[in-house]
């Protein structure tokens, strides 16, 4: 896709110490050393979540919640909207959760993700409800909030970016950090209904492949019945040179990759493998047509042992029938380390450019051919005619 012109290169009960205590949200400036701003451009994110046995499991990579202004004040209650979506705050001593003493979780009320723990909640006496550790690290985004004059670590939910309070360094042991938050911001399930929090992602499963062209492969895979989402990214390098630019240079060692997030219910690994096979010439090695270069090779990025050696057996299968003639295959079998999103702009790319000429030339037949090979495997409609 080089050769594209059009080419685009992300204490106290009382009332004057609950005051205290507001203005205490000011007076710890954090020396939290974890402050990593969530980068809005990426459209995953990395969190735990229950599953249908009510066990917290992952770190899962999930898309992230994006709704309209309209839609979250359909979704949430005037007071949850203001805190959650504006940054609010309920008044000291108000929030329906503050005494809650039963055992169970609070998951973020925008979007359902695990939080808080009851089993670190502790009495603060600021007047909010406080914990001194989020349920996991990943749940719970951290950010500088610079308002009203002062510099507190704002926290927000990881994966609907919800405002939920503020973490401050005078909580109890063991952490020693104090989580002040909304009431309106969370919603308590107790214990015996963990499994009511199940969510979708847990059952999910990530496929890493690289094809050529990751543009290509994201739209090919975006028709399958079965395949949640699909995201242009970068495998096999690190992370400092995990971008567009470093990456067509072709020595950074990643390879454009195409995140397959799937349900394995609805469709295998395996399945996974023919339809990629079928859809790009893994004959060619470090190119595919006239996109040359590493970034451009062929490659299973593999999970685990199991991934492996179903990638070798596919690859033995369609050696022994010849279905690429006299031509090896050169398919390289990689550890998958981490795979890193592209930038918002190669997400969705065949679908937002559907007249672009390289779209038209070569990812398009790419698309017409997993529709022609593989009817009984589509979505009942493309996701390239809903737009
Ligand atoms: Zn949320």
Not at 174 to 191: H, I, V, W
Not at 219 to 230: M, N, S
Request: aromatic share 8%.
């Amino acid at each position: 896709m080089s050769t594209s012109p059009a080419r685009l290169a992300p204490r106290p009960a009382i009332l004057v110490l609950a005051l205290l205590a507001l203005w205490s949200c000011g007076h710890a400036q954090t020396t939290l050393d974890t402050i990593a701003p969530a980068s809005m451009e990426d459209p995953m994110v990395t969190v735990r979540v229950f599953d249908a046995a009510g066990k917290l499991v992952g770190p899962l990579s999930v898309p992230r919640v994006e709704r309209t202004e309209d839609e979250w004040k359909a979704l949430l209650s005037p007071e949850q909207y203001r805190i959650t979506r504006d940054s609010g705050t309920e008044r000291a001593f108000c929030g329906t959760l503050l005494d809650n003493k039963l055992e169970g979780v609070y998951a973020c009320v925008g979007c359902g993700l695990p939080l808080f723990s009851s089993d670190s909640k502790f009495k603060s006496g600021t007047g909010w409800p406080s914990f001194f550790q989020p349920i996991a690290e990943e749940n719970v985004a951290k950010k500088v909030d610079s308002a009203y004059g002062m510099v507190r670590t704002e926290i927000n939910c990881a994966r609907c970016d919800g405002h939920l309070g503020h973490v401050f360094e005078d909580g109890p042991r063991p952490t020693g950090l104090r989580f002040c938050l909304n009431s309106e911001s969370l919603a308590f399930t107790d214990s015996e209904n963990l499994a009511t929090l199940a969510d979708p992602a847990a059952s999910r499963a990530n496929a890493v492949f690289a094809g050529g062209c990751f543009w290509c492969v994201e739209a090919v895979f975006e028709e399958l019945e079965g395949v949640i989402e699909a995201v242009s990214g970068y495998a096999g390098g690190t992370a400092e040179s995990a971008n567009y630019e470093d990456v067509c240079s072709g020595r950074t060692g990643h390879a454009e990759a195409v995140q397959i997030v799937y349900d394995p219910q609805r469709i295998s690994f395996e399945e996974l493998l023919q339809v990629h096979f079928a859809t790009h010439d893994p004959t060619t090695l470090n190119r595919q047509g006239n996109d040359a270069g590493p970034q451009y090779r062929s490659t299973i990025f593999c999970a685990n042992e199991e991934e492996r050696a179903l990638t070798q057996a596919v690859i033995a299968d369609l050696t022994e029938a010849g279905a690429f003639g006299d031509r090896k295959i050169v398919t390289t079998l990689e550890p998958l380390d981490v795979f890193y999103p592209a930038e918002m702009k190669h997400q969705n790319f065949v679908c937002q450019n559907p007249d672009q000429g390289y779209v038209r030339a070569v990812a398009l037949p790419k698309v017409e051919k997993v529709r022609k090979q593989f009817a009984d495997k589509l979505k009942q409609t493309s996701p390239l005619q809903q737009q």
